[in-house]
């Protein structure tokens, strides 16, 4: 079965300081990745996913992530983060051609003002 | 609004009784998955349906949770004989399916329904 990796539980940033988020995952086939992010009383919603392509994708606000297919890692970043960061980040991995979707254990974000 | 709606939101029930949970998905989506979630966790992979077809549920699944699609809009969860353990945070989330047009691979979750076992 697929594992997918977060190994920062918890992260306390000030504000514009920079942000990375690791992600590895365990299944050598082709994979889907995706960031999700969770606001403080918020569902679950897509920051970002990358199927194929340029390995280094762009999601919404500002965030992007890399996808390093000799590392099984796809890492979140962001340059400057914003008290509104302040979040839970789920990365979760779909792998072809299966249907089911696996997320990490998730990163609690908060960011300093 | 994600368009996926739940319900209840919050359910607190007395171990031994039994729960259901209802969720509605975005009307075009003919996915549908079930999530459990609890603290410091992420989202859990429960069951998933193709229209009314329940094409696959997890090991970690027991007997006494059941899921029903029939007629491929609405999917209803039931946990019967509810442990403490059972407490969580239970998420829907629908999406397309793989190859048709519109496909973006995204979950659409609901706000989830929590469950609290006494």
């Known amino acids: 079965a697929q594992s997918v990796s977060q190994h920062n539980h918890h992260v306390i940033l000030s504000e514009a300081a920079s942000l990375e988020l690791g992600c590895n995952y365990s299944?050598?086939?082709?994979?889907?990745l995706f960031w999700y992010v969770q606001y403080p009383g918020q569902h679950l919603q897509l920051l970002l996913k990358y199927f194929s392509g340029d390995p280094l994708v762009k999601g919404i606000k500002g965030f992007e992530a890399e996808f390093i297919k000799s590392k099984f890692s796809f890492n979140l970043r962001k340059p400057s983060v914003q008290w509104s960061d302040t979040a839970e980040y789920f990365c979760a991995v779909n792998e072809e051609p299966g249907n089911q979707f696996y997320f990490g254990t998730g990163t609690s974000l908060t960011v300093i003002p | 609004d994600t368009g996926v709606s739940q319900d209840p939101r919050h359910k607190i029930t007395k171990r031994g009784q039994n729960v259901t949970f209802r969720c509605d998905p975005i009307s075009e989506h003919n996915r549908l998955y079930w999530y459990r979630q609890t603290l410091g966790q992420g989202p859990e992979f429960l069951t998933y349906?193709?229209?009314?077809?329940?094409?696959?549920k997890s090991r970690l699944l027991s007997d006494r949770f059941s899921a029903e699609r029939p007629k491929g809009s609405f999917s209803t969860l039931e946990i019967q004989r509810t442990e403490q353990g059972d407490s969580a945070m239970y998420l829907c989330a629908s999406s397309l399916p793989l190859g048709l047009a519109g496909y973006t691979g995204e979950l659409f979750f609901g706000e989830g329904s929590r469950l609290t076992v006494l």
């Open positions: 299944y050598g086939g082709t994979v889907n």
């Open positions: 349906f193709q229209n009314e077809a329940q094409l696959e």
